[in-house]
């Protein structure tokens, strides 16, 4: 029994740490998967930041030289002079100045019906071109592949200004300082787009230290977390169980020993008295009837008290663990007489017929015939006790079609029993009625015993009844013994 508590107890702890794992793993998994999320948004925020403040850096050197051509086209004595120089050109040459110096930065200008072949957009900046003539916002990026890398790419929109429209306002057609054609254009028209190419590797890999650094730090905390937990488990949850379990499993033995200790003292005086009842039914055959009717009623009542005391100290002892199986060479037809010089007296007085049908081709098995005794007398009490006057008890020790086990069947018709009362009757204590009117009279434990003895055979029992009309009880033993360890 203690070995059974420990190994509920065990697997109860196994449970719990299997509960915990699962919820770990589910969390962590659940970390993983957002961590990740935010990891990528993190990357393109990062990105979109860097070329925001490229943009902005290469905005400020056009404005500087498109607020410094008065300076630049104009001598000291004030006569103009065109020095080649403007915002344009001086745009693209920092830009790709800063193409070539840079890691694989990119930034160059581009605009529709282009001056010069540089100024070409491709499918990006075309995009990013469309989105702003049709009066999107003023900036457009993606993260996607250039010449085989990733790459987050933006563009952001390059309006006319004042000073722009010396060379690209009105009249159309009309060549500008530089010799190029104007196109007509008006303030506030978007004149082209600056685009800027930036690779993110380097921001994917500090992205992927940082990733695995938290999700490192996540494992870490969780696995403190659920260390503490168990610690917590175990002192405050599990070694106080298992202290009230010792204490339960102390005071239950105490018990079982006072019961099974009472129980043998009781024997003692019973077996006397039926002993003494013997004895004085041998040396007073003649006396009168009365008399003897209240001897035999001492005697029948001793004898069945002696039964309940039996069963008492054998649940004892199977609750502790000391009932043990001796097996031998038995014949049925003994264990049969055995029981009925127990029982025929009680179903004459209680006016039940009580037959017996051992089949003569039975072959002995090896068993435990005392078990076997035991198991038998219950059914057949129960069949008596239950089975009114008139009624009848048929007992039947046969081979099983298959020759390997026998099979012992007790049928009454008595009062029944409901189907939903079949697993309640074999339980210790449980008495359960046949109809509405409540719990029968008994000690609950002999249906116990049977059952539990017939499995520690290597057995099984099985009921048909049917409320009103009777029971019938069958145990099936194997010829050949129990397995081992029963």
Sequence with gaps: MQQGRKQTTRRLSLKLVALVTVVVVVAASAYVVWTQSRQSDAVESKVLAEARTLNTEMSAVWDYIDDSQGAINYNSDGSYDFKGIYCSMAGKAIAQRFTNASNNYVVRYVRESPRTATDEPDRFEQTALNHFTVGGSSEYYEMTEYEGRSVFRYASALPVKRNCLSCHGEPAGVPDETGFLREGMKLGDV????????????????????????????CLLAAAIVAVLLLAMRRWVSAPLEQANRQLENESQQKSDFLATMSHELRTPLSSIIAFTDIWEKSHAAEDSDERKLVEEIKQNSSVL???????????????????????????????????????????????????????????????????????????????????????????VRASADGRQAVMRVADTGCGIRPDNFEAIFKKFDRPGAGEDGPISGSGLGLFLVKSLTEKLGGTVGVESEVGRGSVFTVCVPFDGPATGE
Excluded: W
Aim: glycine share 6%; charged share 20%; with cysteine.
């Design 306 to 396: 002696l039964n309940m005391v039996n069963n008492t100290i054998d649940v004892a002892k199977l609750e502790a663990g000391r009932l043990s199986m001796q097996c031998s060479d038995v014949d049925m037809v003994d264990v049969v007489e055995a029981v009925f010089a127990v029982a025929e007296p009680l179903a004459i007085k209680e006016g039940v017929s009580l037959d017996r049908t051992v089949d003569p081709e039975m072959p002995f098995l090896h068993s435990d015939a005392e078990a076997l005794r035991k198991i038998m007398l219950n059914l057949v009490s129960n069949g008596l006790k239950y089975t009114p006057e008139g009624g009848s008890v048929q007992v039947s």
């Design 191 to 218: 004149a082209g787009a600056v685009s800027i190419i930036i690779p993110v590797e380097s921001y994917v890999q500090e992205s992927q230290r940082e990733f695995e650094s938290s999700v490192a730090f996540f």
